[in-house]
């Protein structure tokens, strides 16, 4: 059952073109999510982030000017998205459940692996969403 009343907006973090053109094109199947931003650069993803508040980014952990880590470290908490890493480097996939990813997929990874990630994220911003909702109509009943 889908609760969410507006489309989970997302980001696209990766510096290779074609890296970003495939999650955007997997993207459109997936009509719960809303692509609202493609960046090329860690610069560019900080001030993204900060702007545009999205609930989810797609980051890859080796950008030409600095890593995902770096980029997560310049976002407040209070703004911080869900993030599921997208890299060619498995050697980080501890390092980045420290910064409390959601999922980790390795590059080149299999359509089928993609949906199954974003379908559990959906889950999740529906379940928040239901519990919201929830507590809301508890509290209105009081």
């Known amino acids: 059952m889908i609760f969410m009343n507006l489309p989970i907006k997302a980001i696209v973090i990766d510096d290779e073109v074609l890296a970003r053109k495939r ?3 997997l ?5 719960e999510i809303l692509l609202i931003a493609e960046c090329s650069s860690g610069v560019e ?3 993204a982030i900060k702007s545009n508040k999205p609930d989810l980014i797609f980051l890859d952990i080796q950008l030409t000017d600095m890593t995902g880590f770096d980029i997560l470290k310049e976002i407040n ?3 911080m998205p869900l993030i599921i890493f ?7 996939a501890l390092k980045a ?3 409390f990813a959601f999922d980790y997929l390795l590059k080149p990874y ?3 692996r993609f949906y199954q990630s974003t379908n559990k994220a959906i889950e999740l911003f529906d379940a928040n969403k239901s519990n919201s909702l929830n507590e809301k109509l508890n ?3 009081k």
Not at 86 to 92: Q, S
Request: charged share 35%; hydrophobic share 45%.
């Open 77 to 79: 908490d209070s703004i």
């Open 45 to 47: 993803a900080i001030k």
């Open 23 to 25: 999650v955007f094109n």
């Open 110 to 112: 299999k359509d089928e």
């Open 97 to 99: 459940f420290d910064y």
């Open 27 to 31: 993207l459109n199947e997936v009509k």
């Open 86 to 92: 997208i890299t060619a480097f498995d050697e980080f």
């Open 139 to 141: 509290n209105l009943l």
